[in-house]
Nanobody, 130 residues
């Protein structure tokens, strides 16, 4: 049981990217899904999450620039990123979340939030040129 993040790439400062999170062998429909990121030499950082009913939470560090949505008929969760900055460069991962794992407090505190992480897989790298 793994999720696959994709859609990363190289983008200029101020540019946009949309990341996708898919599951090949199970339905995401009943899961809350979270996105976190990690840059080389830095700690993990919470980014966003969305509940199974579509309630979204965005971390303060990216609020106003990132958005999250889900398309259950595509079995996909999307992370839309705009006005990208060099500090956004990282490998981005999506994960299933346990129980009530998608709340605002969690996305802003990844050390606590990580206890709610379920299954994740290979991330996708985002590079932002200055």
């Amino acid at each position: 049981v793994q999720l696959q993040a994709s859609g990363g790439g190289l983008v200029e400062t101020g540019g946009s990217l949309t990341l996708s999170c898919k599951a090949a062998d199970f339905s995401l429909e009943y899961y809350s899904i979270g996105w976190f990121r990690q840059a080389p030499g830095k700690a993990r950082e919470g980014v966003s999450c969305i509940t199974s009913s579509g309630i979204a939470h965005i971390a303060d560090v990216v609020k106003g620039r990132f958005g999250i949505s889900r398309e259950n008929d595509e079995n996909t969760v999307y992370l839309r990123m705009s006005d990208l900055k060099p500090d956004d460069a990282a490998t981005y991962y999506c994960t299933t979340l346990k129980g009530n794992g998608c709340i605002s407090a969690y996305v802003n505190n990844v050390e606590t939030w990580s206890l709610q992480f379920g299954s994740w897989g290979q991330g996708t790298q985002v590079t932002v040129s200055s």
